[in-house]
């Protein structure tokens, strides 16, 4: 496997890219779909939601943080995590403008 060389991409790709993986597995897509649906801060219930070890969920649950598509609060003992508005209307923005450019051309393969 190559090195990547991010040096050769502009800030906001290799950010759209960082997402984009983040986007890339099914259980971090079931935790988003999760928070989405509740509309609040969750606070332990993925365990039993998603019948994944607490473990798996946390790491995915980093992922998501490390890009602050999500954001979290220690409350006593446990994390309770929602989606942090502003990164999730920048990246609707970002995949909009990306898919935006498609011209729809006619005549293509």
């Keep these: ?3 990547t060389r991010s040096d050769l991409f502009t800030e906001k790709q290799n950010g759209f890219a960082q997402v984009a993986k983040v986007f890339g597995h099914p259980a971090r897509l079931a935790i988003l779909e999760f928070l989405l649906k509740s509309n609040s801060c969750i606070c332990g219930d ?3 939601e998603l019948g994944l070890a607490q473990s798996t969920i ?4 980093k992922e998501l943080k490390n890009v602050d598509i999500i954001k979290g609060n220690i409350e006593g003992t446990s994390v309770c995590y929602c989606i942090n508005e502003e990164k999730w209307y920048e990246m609707k923005m970002i995949f909009n403008e990306l ?3 498609y011209p729809n051309p006619k005549d293509c393969c």
């Design 46 to 48: 993925l365990v039993e």
């Design 1 to 3: 496997m190559g090195v």
């Design 99 to 101: 898919f935006d450019r």
């Design 58 to 61: 946390s790491q995915h649950l």
